[in-house]
T-cell receptor
Framework: AQTVTQSQPEMSVQEAETVTLSCTYD???????LFWYKQPPSRQMILVIR??????QNATENRFSVNFQKAAKSFSLKISDSQLGDAARYFC????????????FGQGTRLTINP | NAGVTQTPKFRILKIGQSMTLQCTQD?????MYWYRQDPGMGLKLIYY???????DKGEVPNGYNVSRSTTEDFPLRLELAAPSQTSVYFC?????????????FGPGTRLTVL
């Protein structure tokens, strides 16, 4: 079974600084997708960024970028120029291509932004 | 376009009571899901459906039931509530026609069983 591990329960960063959240996953498959979701105190799940396993180029969405290392099964999220609104719990998630598209989530990392 | 809606937002149940969590999506998505999120943890899949009339168990199905009579609705039924079912419940849906087919989530239902 696939598993997703986020080894940092909590992280903090100064406003305007850069922070990297770690995620590793375990799978024997080669064709899959990876996602980062943000969960602010409102508890709404918001998609931040996504990556297809067959794409070597790392995904970027404005201040958010990923470092996808397929061989190492690592998928870290970098937030540049951190803003107070980035404070949230961040979840890494994995799913296979096709099938029922079921997501497997990590335990999450709570990110605090210090003004 | 409301996306995924869930009712109620909050509920307190007594041990042994039953209830149904409602979920509706207006995006014409074939796939729908129910997750639970325990405090400080990630989301775990309870049940999912790939279309009307088709449902299947996820990782933590015990104590729950689902039905899918229409594309839009995917209710989750709790029978004989137990304190272990205290959690936040999320419904989600996804398309099958795109590339990433990311899941869209409802706002969640916070359930407490006392």
């Amino acid at each position: 079974a696939q598993t997703v591990t986020q080894s940092q329960p909590e992280m903090s960063v100064q406003e305007a600084e850069t922070v990297t959240l770690s995620c590793t996953y375990d799978t024997s498959e080669s064709d899959y997708y990876l996602f980062w979701y943000k969960q602010p105190p409102s508890r709404q799940m918001i998609l931040v960024i996504r990556q297809e396993a067959y794409k070597q180029q790392n995904a970027t969405e404005n201040r958010f970028s990923v470092n996808f290392q397929k061989a190492a099964k690592s998928f870290s999220l970098k937030i540049s120029d951190s803003q107070l609104g980035d404070a949230a719990r961040y979840f890494c998630a994995y799913r296979l291509r096709g099938g029922a598209q079921k997501l497997v989530f990590g335990q999450g990392t709570r990110l605090t932004i210090n003004p | 376009n409301a996306g995924v809606t869930q009712t109620p937002k909050f509920r307190i149940l007594k041990i042994g009571q039953s209830m149904t969590l409602q979920c509706t999506q207006d995006m014409n998505h074939n796939y729908m899901y129910w997750y639970r999120q325990d405090p400080g943890m990630g989301l775990k899949l309870i049940y999912y459906s790939v279309g009307a009339g088709i449902t299947d168990k996820g990782e933590v199905p015990n104590g729950y039931n689902v039905s899918r009579s229409t594309t839009e609705d995917f209710p989750l039924r709790l029978e004989l509530a137990a304190p272990s079912q205290t959690s936040v419940y999320f419904c989600a849906s996804s398309s099958t026609s795109g590339v990433y087919n990311e899941q869209f989530f409802g706002p969640g239902t916070r359930l407490t069983v006392l």
